[in-house]
């Protein structure tokens, strides 16, 4: 029955799989032996088929959430990106406008569904740091107005730096490599 699981999320099917197991027994007591083998062995196939091999992802769920697959059994990182520093300066800003150039691209295999600035706001709202968030191409006028200026800046394919100013000219730069 643990076949029947789903790959994607299994700990959200994990309840039923008693009253499944017991449904089938019960369904297959009055099966021959030529039956349950021709309903057991698609299941078995498919276990070992996604054991072996990557499946694609269902191409429904990638209209839905274009992001990266997730994979719950890694090890987080202790890097912040930034954030902790960034709110650290949050508190202190003038305005209540924060203007990103650039963004940085977090490789997939570094557990996120989503871009660096759309994880900026709510890390700012747990502290009560209610900030607006704009996201300029180029260096806009609007750029000049914010009380914070964050900008990304790829170093190379792994290396990224965050430039973090105010409009008084006071300037952090922290430098990650995403390896």
Known sequence: ML???????????????????????????????????????????????????????????????????????????????????????????????????GNLIIPCQLQTTHPWSDHLEPYLRRFGLEKQIISVSEKEAIWQQAGLQIQWEAKSNVLWALYISTPTGEQNMIQYDLQ
């Open 3 to 101: 076949m029947l699981i789903p790959k994607k999320y299994p700990r959200l099917l994990l309840g039923l799989v008693p009253a499944a197991a017991l449904a089938t027994g019960i369904l297959t007591t009055q099966w021959k032996a030529g039956s349950k083998f021709l309903v057991l062995t698609p299941m078995i196939a498919w276990l070992i088929l996604g054991s072996m091999v990557t499946i694609p992802p269902n191409p429904l769920r990638a209209k839905v959430d274009e992001g990266c697959p997730q994979y719950w059994l890694r090890p987080a990182r202790a890097e912040d990106f930034g954030l902790a520093e960034i709110a650290q300066q949050a508190t202190d800003m003038d305005g209540d406008i924060i203007a990103i150039h």
